[in-house]
């Protein structure tokens, strides 16, 4: 099991940055990418932003040269710098820890942005 738990949402103005964090505990060892997401309201997951145990990126493309995914192998947690934001980016984010056999999910963490 792994278990995660993410901070660093809150309100901010359009243009203001926020850094979320996920922290990883647990059978962390098989895990091969892992990332943020986030889930409009009533719809699915979609993809923010990944980065593969080799280091490897993808982001999606509405947030491609604002936001940047980073993580600390020491703190076993990963981040996401989340600069120029936009209304639109106001959602719940989530993080995830993604082994061969398993995705786990954190709780999630609010991001508003005001216009």
């Known amino acids: 099991q792994v278990q995660l738990v993410e901070s660093g949402g809150g309100l901010v103005q359009a243009g203001g940055s926020l850094r979320l964090s996920c922290a990883a505990s647990?059978?962390?060892?098989?895990?091969?990418?892992t990332g943020w997401y986030r889930r409009p309201p009533g719809l699915q997951r979609t993809l923010v932003a990944t980065?593969?145990?080799?280091?490897?990126?993808n982001y999606a493309e509405s947030v491609k040269g604002r936001f940047t995914i980073s993580r600390d192998n020491a703190k076993n947690t990963i981040y996401l710098q989340m600069n120029s934001l936009k209304p639109e980016d106001t959602d719940i984010y989530y993080c995830?820890?993604?082994?061969?056999?398993?995705?786990?999910w954190g709780k999630g963490t609010l991001v508003t942005v005001s216009s």
């Open positions: 995830l820890h993604a082994s061969v056999s398993m995705n786990y």
């Open positions: 980065i593969t145990r080799g280091g490897a990126t």
């Open positions: 647990g059978n962390i060892f098989g895990v091969n990418v």
